[in-house]
């Protein structure tokens, strides 16, 4: 007898996007597997907070001259399984359906926002530092 409480969903697709969030996260582009799954709210979100942490991350490893640099690689790889897990648990409980269109766009946005970001960040680090030399 079919079991009608869950939608359905492919078999793949949960495992998609939990493979698209963890790999891509751990190149520091969070949110790709929330992207696929249909979630552009979650995914924004996770990319946006990924980028803040790993940009205050290298703010406390500048200023502790490296040492906090044994903090910050387990943080992020919690972070980054943590979301691909839930992103895979999303899947599998909404019965969403995959689109590889939406991660191929936002990795497109997300690395033009991120190498715009980080050089904002860059120019004004040098601008602070100069302005106190």
Do not use: H, Q
């Not at 924004?44 to 640099?69: N, P, Q, T």
């Amino acid at each position: 007898m079919a079991d009608f409480s869950k939608p359905e969903t492919r078999s793949s697709d949960d495992t998609i996007a939990m493979v698209l969030e963890i790999v891509f996260g751990l190149f520091g582009i969070l949110g790709l597997g929330w992207f696929y799954a249909g979630n552009l709210a979650v995914g924004i979100a996770a990319f946006v907070g990924f980028y803040i942490l790993v940009m205050a991350e290298l703010a406390v490893g500048i200023a502790s001259f490296g040492l906090a640099a044994c903090l910050i690689v387990p943080i992020n790889l919690v972070a980054v399984i943590f979301s691909g897990l839930k992103a895979r648990d999303y899947v599998r409980n909404t019965g969403a359906r995959g689109n590889i269109l939406y991660p191929i766009i936002a990795l497109f946005v997300g690395l033009f926002a991120l190498c715009g970001g980080t050089l904002l960040f860059f120019g004004s680090l040098g601008a602070l530092l100069e302005s106190l030399s």
